[in-house]
């Protein structure tokens, strides 16, 4: 009996790591889609949940050191964070690329800031593939981005309006282009 409760104790582990290790890493786009991996990389307001936009689309949120996948249509996007402050990066993704948008909290007046920085540095890119290769994704129930999407409709609209009128032409945003998906060796 005794035999039979330790088998049954490794057993439930052993499927429990797998399962949690199945989850982790890098995972390619369906077919037609790209993959975008949005990459928290440092404590800097750790506890502030960070909101994630697709142009006008509310897409997710999450604090601390973690990350999100989205998967979304090739092409030109313009994804943006918003804490304190809000923060763009313009992309042009390829079909089958797998790209990175490192997000780093900063010391902000009342509340956290944040930055979004392409993977052209190799600290920053490294440091971003090591957490998506050991942690589970942060994922934001289809429920609660309906929610955000709605109660954040007209807040969306007017940062979008800012970004075009004031923001776009004065600040130096990042650009990713289609040739800057990771290559596959680097995610495995």
């Not at 030109?76 to 964070?81: E, G, N, P, T, Y």
């Not at 392409?118 to 309906?146: C, F, G, Q, R, Y």
Request: include cysteine.
């Amino acid at each position: 009996m005794k035999k039979l409760k330790i088998f049954t104790i490794i057993l439930l582990g052993a499927l429990t790591m797998s399962s949690t290790l199945l989850a982790q890493g890098f995972q390619p786009p369906e077919e037609g889609n790209a993959a975008i991996y949005f990459v928290r990389i440092n404590k800097v307001g750790k506890w502030i949940n960070f909101k994630y936009f697709d142009k006008d689309k509310f897409i997710g949120k999450f604090g601390g050191i973690n990350y999100m996948r989205y998967e979304c249509d090739p092409g030109k996007h313009l994804f943006w964070a918003s804490a304190e402050n809000k923060y763009f990066v313009t992309t042009d993704l390829k079909e089958g690329g797998t790209y990175i948008v490192i997000v780093k909290g900063k010391m902000g007046g009342m509340s956290a800031g944040v930055r979004l920085y392409t993977a052209e540095d190799e600290d920053m890119l490294e440091k971003a593939i090591s957490i998506v290769k050991k942690k589970k994704p942060v994922e934001t129930s289809d429920d609660i981005i309906e929610l955000e999407n709605t109660e954040l409709k007209e807040y969306i609209a007017e940062k979008l309006a800012a970004y075009e009128n004031d923001w776009k032409d004065t600040k130096d945003f990042p650009n990713i282009t289609a040739d800057m998906a990771i290559p596959p060796e680097k995610l495995k």
